[in-house]
């Protein structure tokens, strides 16, 4: 489960985007800094919508549903969020603040539960295995990103069940 970040975490997982943005030439501007805010402090994935919901309910400007998408799809380029391809939802990317490098390999464990998204690494041995197996009947992996559905340990044990 995705943890919440105190003022100060968030100020410096901003600052970071910051940076990787300015290292690709690319700029983080406010409406930009807000809509990946509003996806840093959520718990749960967010569609486009709910993100404009969020971010309007937090200004007096109201930002365009085609600015939000617009703003998306620019942090995806940019490696700061991730689209869910099974939900059409966004999440933060859990990296931000680090070294680490997708390299278009993200897996992520979505509990059925209570809708939580875990991102986790990739080993090479498990991507090798994905690429050999699409090769073997001729297809070419331009993407490597898994979702994996499953009930996390938090819904496991509020239920009193192992799944």
Known sequence: MKKQLNPDELDALLRAAEEACAENGARLTPRRRQVLSALMQSPNPLSAYEVLDLCNR???????????????????QQL??????????????????????????????LC?????????????????????????????LTIQQVELSGICTTCQNSTGERF
């Open 58 to 76: 937090s200004t007096t400007a109201a930002m365009p549903a085609m600015s939000v998408y617009r703003i998306l799809d620019f942090l995806e």
């Open 80 to 109: 700061l969020v991730h689209r869910l391809s099974s939900s059409n939802k966004y999440v933060s990317c859990e990296h931000i603040a680090c070294d680490h490098k997708h390299f278009q390999k993200t897996h992520f464990l």
């Open 112 to 140: 059925e539960g209570c809708s939580s998204v875990e991102e986790v690494d990739a080993t090479q041995e498990a991507s090798e295995a994905l690429e050999q197996m699409a090769e073997t009947v001729g297809f070419k």
